[in-house]
Nanobody, 116 residues
């Protein structure tokens, strides 16, 4: 079955960096578009970044453009989110998502806390 496992979250000071990873299994990763979402306390889940199969096209939320980079390694069935210049408002649980056969699959999420 489809499994997505996020890792790499933690506590970081404003201006710091983190790299999130999402290890995928149970489907053909190389032919799948992948996305990162986040959900802050009391807020709706929002799209952060997405990447097409093959990595030819990426898309970012305006709030993270120029600071975050999504990438993928099809040999490792893993999608990454490099987060630089982190701000307190980036604090959230970060999830990766894939859609297969019109159904969305989510990982368990990884907590990112940006605080001094």
């Amino acid at each position: 079955q489809v499994q997505l496992v996020e890792s790499g979250g933690g506590l970081v000071q404003p201006g710091g960096s983190l790299r999130l990873s999402c290890a995928a299994s149970g489907f053909i990763f190389s032919s799948s578009d992948m996305s990162w979402y986040r959900q802050a306390p009391g807020k709706e889940r929002e799209l952060v970044a997405s990447i097409t199969s093959g990595g030819g096209y990426t898309n970012y939320a305006d709030s993270v453009k120029g600071r975050f980079t999504i990438s993928r390694d099809d040999a490792k069935n893993t999608v990454y989110l490099q987060m630089n210049s982190l701000k307190p408002e980036d604090t959230a649980v970060y999830y990766c998502r894939v859609i297969k056969l019109w159904r969305a699959y989510w990982g368990q999420g990884t907590q990112v806390t940006v605080s001094s």
